[in-house]
């Protein structure tokens, strides 16, 4: 259905003679970071034009840039991987998730999506329904909810010839990834829609057969998908030990309720020194909102019982004394710090944080040192993830909260960031992780709260 042939973009360290002709099949692009995955779906998308060679598309006639442009804008659809971490909306704020004032205006999904009722989405699969989120405030939404909501928006009403996808499974839980795969399956089998992903190691939907294989902005090799496999959650018990260490964390019967709605319902949990916890559950059940109230976020912690090293919230303790004895990844943090509109380089943001000279000898320890000169916004997701992750480790901290934090990482940086949390987390440091992957709660955690199993959410 399209082509591309001898395509250069030679202004700027992008491709040089890249061609690949992908038939009708079904595409997954997977690569290191900076390899060019995201540029490739850019040029196919027309959002960026190569210098030399052409992108030809069967469905989209050859008659004037105008036109082509209408046709391109109308047959291809396009979605970013960073969509949901660059929303935000007018004079909204860091923490405005959580805070209720009652004078602000803030969107409904339904206002949001121009939806005056439930049009189009019978074919939506259940857990890909938006039916229960439509009358909440877009800024109430959880991370997985978000971009679900922003996947959606692109598709309601459109019926595209290529859909082009830039990491859709990163932030689902389980379930919301089959349902995803199921939908794009039925989108390329009954609607005659071509699929373009880009991802590292998810299951994918079964009609994507073919993989085109990138490293430093060429194409290195094309190879079959293994067969579609299912995915289950089974995630490993935990460990019997003895719990000696100072509670870090306590919180007793804490309830977090929206107006009518509750998130978070009669929540015991004590988390102890040199601990290893996983945070799990469906998107919405609460995650985030339970570190909000670690990270001395969430207002609601006051009128919950909550001790954080030995001190209620509400008495006097600083949150910014809080803060300063955890490290926290997050997508708040990235929304808030808007990272595809800082002019910050790599190296400019870390050594606010660490100084130079550790950065630096960091930096070599996670190969990062051939962009740290460039700045965030231009970086890949992968290596953005990367700078990131590094900002929060490199920090001397007794508590570290990583919420998805391996997401849009490929085989190789997750394998250093691995050995590195291995060589530097001593037995003192505590951990909570939240993650929808097994293979990560598995490798890194030795308890687990699942408020899946336990709350409303």
């Known amino acids: 259905m399209f082509s591309i042939r001898n395509i250069s973009r030679n202004r700027v360290p992008l491709f040089r003679n890249l061609s690949w002709e992908p038939g009708n099949d079904h595409w ?61 909306q007018h004079d909204q704020y860091y923490q405005q998730r959580y805070y209720s004032l009652g004078d602000e205006q803030t969107l409904t999904v339904r206002q949001w999506l121009g939806m005056r009722e439930e049009v189009g989405l019978g074919t939506l699969p259940p857990h890909l329904g938006i039916g229960n989120l439509l009358d909440l405030e877009m800024a109430r939404l959880s991370n997985g909810q978000l971009k679900k909501a922003m996947i959606l928006k692109h598709l309601i009403g459109r019926r595209p010839r290529l859909l082009l996808w830039d990491y859709p499974f990163e932030g689902l839980d389980i379930q919301s990834r089959k349902d995803l795969c199921y939908f794009m399956d039925q989108l390329a089998l009954s609607a005659g829609v071509q699929l373009v992903l880009v991802d590292q190691r998810h299951v994918l939907p079964a009609c994507v057969t073919r993989r085109l294989l990138l490293s430093d902005m060429k194409v290195t090799g094309e190879e079959r998908v293994e067969p579609y496999r299912t995915e289950s959650i089974s995630y ?125 000898e960091q930096a070599s320890w996670f190969e990062v040192t051939e962009y740290l000169d460039r700045q965030l916004r231009k970086l890949s997701s ?42 530097h987390l001593g037995s003192d440091k505590t951990l909570v992780l939240i993650s929808h992957q097994n293979e990560e709660l598995n490798g890194w955690t030795r308890e687990r709260l699942d408020l899946g199993a336990l709350g409303p959410g």
């Open 382 to 423: 992968g290596e953005l993830q990367m700078i990131m992750l590094m900002n929060c480790l490199l920090k001397d901290r007794e508590l570290y909260l990583l919420d998805e934090p391996f997401q849009y990482l490929d085989d190789r940086a997750l394998a250093l960031v691995r050995n590195y949390m291995q060589s």
């Open 28 to 88: 997954v692009i997977s690569g290191p970071a900076g390899s060019g995955k995201t540029s490739l779906l850019e040029v196919l998308s027309g959002k960026v034009l190569p210098h030399e060679g052409e992108v030809h598309y069967d469905f989209i006639p050859e008659t004037g840039d105008d036109h082509r442009f209408e046709a391109r804008r109308e047959r291809i659809i396009y979605v970013p991987a960073g969509e949901a971490q660059a929303f935000s």
């Open 236 to 360: 490993r018990p935990s460990r019997n030990f003895e719990r000696h260490g100072e509670p870090v964390v306590v919180m007793k019967d804490v309830t977090i309720r929206y107006g009518e709605k509750c998130i978070i319902e009669g929540i015991n949990w004590t988390i102890r020194r040199g601990e290893r916890w996983a945070l799990t559950g469906p998107n919405g059940s609460g995650k985030t909102t339970l570190f909000s109230l670690i990270f001395a976020d969430h207002p609601l912690a006051y009128s919950n019982q909550v001790w954080i090293y030995g001190k209620r919230r509400g008495t006097g303790d600083s949150i910014w004394d809080i803060k300063a004895r955890m490290s926290y990844l997050g997508p708040e943090v990235m929304r808030f710090m808007s990272p595809q509109e800082t002019m910050l380089t790599a190296r400019e943001f870390l050594i606010q944080s660490v100084p130079e000279e550790l950065m630096m």
